[in-house]
Structures are given as C-alpha cells and as structure tokens.
C-alpha cells in the first residue's frame, strides 16, 4: 500500500447556482483530492493558507487523518476563487481568483515523503507543479491535472511537467485544445507523445476515455440522482482513483469506477459537505451495484 502525497490549492471558494450562493466556503483543488484519495489511502497535502483560514477548515484534513505537516500558515489572505454555475450546471464562469498567499508559495521540502509515496499535482500553475517534481525524491507514480488557463497562457511550462507524468487527468476541452483536434484518439496521440503513457480525458456526464500503455477504452459515468454542486468533481475523481490504486495496487482502469463513485457522490452535495459525510464502504458499495 502506497501514501499519496499531492500538493494544489486548499481555498475559500464563493459557489453560485441557479438555486443556491454561498460565500468563503472550504474548497481547492488540493482540499477535494485529500479527502476523496483519503477514503483509501493516507495522504499528505502540500499548500498554503492565510490567516483568515478557519480551524474548522484545519479539522477538515485533521478529522479524515490527512497529514498538514506541509500544509504552511502564512501572514495575508487564502486563495479565494468564486463561480456562477449556468442552470443546467453545462457552464461555468470563473467571476474572480484571488491568490494571497499562495502568489508566494515557494515549498523547498517536503516533509515525511517517501520513495513509495504517489505524488498527484493537482491544479495548479505549471511552474509550481514542476519546482514540486525538482524537490520531490523518485515517486512510484506521478500524476497531474491542469486546467484551461494553464494551456492558453502557459503551454511551454505545461509541456515541461508532462514529460514527467505517468498518468494525466484532463477534460475533453482541455485535451481539444492542447491538441488543436476534436478527435479523442489524435489527442491521446498527441499527449502521449508529450511523456504520459496514461491519460485519463473526462467527458463530465459520459464518463471518460481512458489511455492506458496504448490500450483505449471508454468507461461509463457513475448515475447522479441530482446535481447541487459540481465543484471540485475532476479532483474527487482523481483522488478516488489513486487513492484505490494506492490502497489495493490495482490498474488503472479497476480504478476508474471508485474514482466516478466518489465524483458522483461530491456532486450530490454543496462545497465538500457530501463527501465528508461518505465512507470508504459507501463508495464500495456503489461500485459492486452498478457492477452487479
Ligand atoms: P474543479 O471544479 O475540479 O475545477 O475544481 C474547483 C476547485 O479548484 C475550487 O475549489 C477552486 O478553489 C480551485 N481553483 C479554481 N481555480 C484555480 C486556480 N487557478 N488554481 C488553483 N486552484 C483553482
């Protein structure tokens, strides 16, 4: 069994829907990860928080045993992020993205990492995902997720972190527009030939296509009764998923479905509020049934 290690944003976020507005709550890509990846496995998150970070955002990582060691508490204010979510939840618009502290995070060590740990690079600036692989000794497994911003203002940098990754998760915006293709299989060409050998593309309700040593395969989505949030769904998936791998060892694929279970389960809920209330079995359970 493995430890994952992951390092992104640990937010307050400002989340508008068509039928709810909430202000400052705990989010970050960071945040959603560690919990989904620790319904399996231990974990350990590397970021930064300000001052105004509330504890009850502290026992947030404390209550689901995720180590905070490198979790660092400086003098300003939290990355804040807010968004308004269209009726139908098929668009988002990003209304402001505040750094704080996180404009100087500058980690030089991490504490506690071992050789057998995964190290997942969650959203973040590409540049700060790859002082993380210079600092970080050998991993088992790399892992990163990036997002629209990063492709259109800093493709040059992406393109230096992928050539360390071993499994990459993006959506299917994102793989058409790193690509310059529409076509699911140029763009696991494409991204592959750029150091990935294993490529995760989401495709939000269809589930996803995954790229696993040259094999494609498209799995199913895991059903949603309703969705009241769908913040933080790609980080819940990928934690699902390495935290499954790093509890039994197991492929890739055998890991999707955990990853879309836990996904499924965040996005019935506002913020992190569903997934703190699901349990290991609860995903389990979710994927024997529909297996079944
Ligand atoms: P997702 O819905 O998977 O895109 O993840 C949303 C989470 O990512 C929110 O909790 C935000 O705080 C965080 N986030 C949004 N924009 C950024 C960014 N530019 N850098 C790091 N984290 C971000």
Redesign the pocket.
Known sequence: MSSIITV??V?L?SIETHNNSVQSIV???A??FSIAASLFASVKVVGIVGEDFPEKGINIFKNNNINIDNLERAKGTT?K?SCKYNSDFSHRE?LS?NLGVFESFNPSQIIGEEENDILFLA??HPSLQKQIINISNKKKLIACDT?N?WIDNNLDDLHGVLSYIDLFFLNEEEAFMMSKSTSLIDCFKHISMLGPNNIVIKLGERGCAVFESGKITKMSPHPVKTVID??????CFAGGVLGYMAHSNSTLIDAIDYGSAVASCAIEGFGVDNLLSVTAEDIVGRVNSLRE
């Open positions: 992104g944003s937010a976020d989010g970050g890509s945040t959603y990355f992020w990003t993205t959203n973040i997002m911003l769908p913040t933080g769904a790609g980080d």
